[in-house]
């Protein structure tokens, strides 16, 4: 149990279906098509999916993004349902349920990236961080020691919140998949 951060595949994104993202898509493509922009398809991708658990404290995250990013930015890194990698005309609020909020917030994966790479600057996460290829990579690296022992030998202001480091490394690595992949990223 708990809440994840899942790359979604284009069965996921078009059925109807219970855990289905069908009249969320149909929202993100009326957007573009409002913008004069083609609709979105999830691309093929990989054979997996991103799949990321969020099983660290929020507060030392929330306390980085507030002395370092500003309200927008800081609302295009966490205030989001859907990620998607195509630019919606500006963030764009659905009203259709999700398993967490009554309204889906579609964010671009581009506005993620590029808070999540700022505040990857200030942490200098390391250059070891794992680019996720198979679910819970990353989640299992804070985990099982690997993060801590690097940490031990490091100076740089990651090492010292890893709480903080997680949740800027998630970010970081959900909008590089979705970018990547041209998949959407939902948290699940």
Do not use: I
Not at 37 to 60: H, I, N, Q, V
Not at 86 to 95: F, Q, S, T
Not at 123 to 132: C, T
Not at 170 to 187: D, K, T
Request: proline share 9%; with cysteine.
């Amino acid at each position: 149990m708990g809440v994840y951060l899942y790359g979604l595949d284009a069965a996921d994104w078009s059925s109807a279906d219970e855990g289905g993202w069908r009249a969320v898509a149909s929202g993100v493509n009326g957007a573009l098509a409002r913008a004069g922009l083609p609709p979105y398809e999830p691309g093929d991708g990989p054979g997996w999916a991103f799949e990321e658990k969020l099983g660290r404290p929020m507060d030392s995250f929330t306390e980085l993004c507030g002395a370092h990013l500003p309200a927008g930015e800081r609302a295009a890194l966490g205030g989001w349902t859907v990620m998607v990698p195509v630019p919606p005309a500006g963030e764009v609020r659905l009203p259709f349920a999700t398993a967490y909020d009554d309204v889906a917030e579609v964010v671009a994966a581009a506005r993620v990236l590029a808070a999540a790479e700022r505040l990857a600057a200030v942490l200098g996460l390391p250059a070891e961080l794992p680019d996720p290829h198979g679910p819970l990579v990353l989640t299992g690296w804070f985990l099982d020691g690997r993060a801590q022992r690097l940490a031990a030998l490091s100076t740089a202001p990651w090492s010292t919140d890893l709480d903080a480091a997680f949740h800027v490394a998630l970010y970081l690595r959900a909008a590089q998949y979705a970018l990547r992949h041209g998949r959407p990223v939902a948290y699940c």
